[in-house]
């Protein structure tokens, strides 16, 4: 089967590798000129290292990574976990953004992988589906996955006005720094004050992730680094995070990642007979579930799985999502759940109660 996959991130690139797995002639259309990942690190549950683990890349992405054991904190630096579960339920492999993509544009081939090719719309009929690529020729193919992130021109097409909205008020900073004085094992999360949440883990060897975020964040003033240190401050108390505000306080400018987080609103379908959308492009969440790679890796499984067992393409696009999108209705109550945790303590109950439904479900 012809596939074409718009979109080399994460999640496209391990659709791409999955789904040669089942035989598929694979395209991706990449509109950057390289292979390269917006963000800094990325955490990796155990559902979505399977899936990894399938396409052969699951032992050298554990070699990337860290294993993260989250703990929650006050602002005081009172550690928080609920009570009831696992240590499984708080275990996930924080991986470099741009070592994960590097590896995934290898296993798929990077002759696979067209650079500077921008898919912006396709035209779908009985037989095929033919994609439109901005400056380039039309790529003509037997299946077209969606995997061009929350502004996706290929969702724009099959779900007219369902462009992607500002989650308002909402914030993040982040960045990848070399590792210094701080506490080896990290901070992870602390929820603070003002509805600031931040904190630090290894990434990779040598290498920490620090991140902040607050909700109804208000007007930004300053620089980069002057407007994360400010939520930053809402997580130190008595001696705490200290480490964090020196951390934030010598990252270079330029190395510092802000965004106004973006969220894409529930769709009333995902998939027509010869098209499918996965990840961002279909869900776009939130980041403070930090789960959104793993559950796009999940589409990649489910995907890969009804195309694999169904008697002909549409059908196994549409058992794909009913099966998704009736998980993201309870993906969404979950991470609204922990949106409005107002301290460390109702945050780890409710963060607990997201992992151990979406490790066992």
Known sequence: MRTVIAGGGLVGLTAAASL????HEVTVLEQAPEVRAAGAGIGLWPNALREFDRIGVGARLREMGAWIDTWFFDPA???????????????????????????LADRV??????L???????????TEVVVHVDGGADVRADLLIGADGVHSRIRAVLVPGSQAVAH?????????????????????????RERARGGYAPVAPGQTMWMVNQFEAG?????????????????????????LLEMIA???EEAILENQITLVPPLPRWTSPRVALIGDAAHGLSPHIAAGGTLGVE??????????????TATALTRYEQQRAARFDQVREHSAAVEIASDAAEFAERYAAFSHWMLTT
């Open 20 to 23: 040669q797995s089942i035989g």
């Open 77 to 103: 630096g009172r550690p928080q976990r609920a009570a009831g579960y696992d240590a499984d339920d708080h275990r996930f492999l924080l991986v470099p953004r741009p070592g994960l993509n590097r590896l």
């Open 109 to 114: 081939g990077r002759d696979r992988i067209r």
């Open 116 to 126: 500077g090719a921008r898919a912006t719309g396709y035209t779908e009929t009985d």
């Open 168 to 192: 308002e008020g909402h914030f993040a900073w982040r960045a990848v720094v070399p590792a210094g004085r701080e506490r080896p094992e990290g901070s992870v999360l602390t929820i603070g």
């Open 219 to 243: 007007p930004l003033t300053g620089t980069k680094r002057e407007r994360a240190l400010a939520r930053a401050a809402h997580l130190a108390e008595a001696g705490w995070h200290e480490d």
């Open 250 to 252: 010598a990252t270079p």
């Open 299 to 312: 589409d990649v499984g489910v995907l890969r799985a009804r195309l694999s067992d169904s008697p002909d």
